[in-house]
């Protein structure tokens, strides 16, 4: 069973950064897709940035790109994302997300992490 726990999410004030993390054993042969989704208060979830496990690809929403960063540590089967230069519109709760290779959808999610950006 893949377990995800994410950490990092905190209040800041805008300009800000945080890093948030990602932790379990689903960085593994069997997963081929990492991801952050987030979901802010009466909108639906979108995607922030993916990751091709066995690959390092990386992908990021119009939203985020040149301001956030995904990276994986395969070593310490952690994920992360780096946001800098925060903005409000970055309020929301941020989820980890991993895709079997065998699977065509994100099969296995964390519990989420609050980011709260104040102007």
């Known amino acids: 069973q893949v377990q995800l726990v994410e950490s990092g999410g905190d209040s800041v004030q805008a300009g800000g950064s945080l890093r948030l993390s990602c932790a379990g054993s689903a960085i593994t042969y069997k997963i081929c897709y990492m991801a952050w989704f987030r979901q802010a208060p009466g909108k639906d979830r979108e995607w922030v940035s993916i990751i091709r496990t066995r690959t390092g690809s990386t992908y990021y929403a119009d939203s985020v790109k040149g301001r956030f960063t995904i990276s994986q540590d395969n070593a310490k089967k952690i994920l992360y994302l780096q946001m800098n230069s925060l903005k409000p519109e970055d309020t929301a709760m941020y989820y980890c997300?991993?895709?079997?290779?065998?699977?065509?959808?994100?099969?296995?999610w964390g519990q989420g992490t609050q980011v709260t950006v104040s102007s």
């Open positions: 997300s991993a895709q079997d290779c065998a699977q065509s959808d994100y099969n296995y």
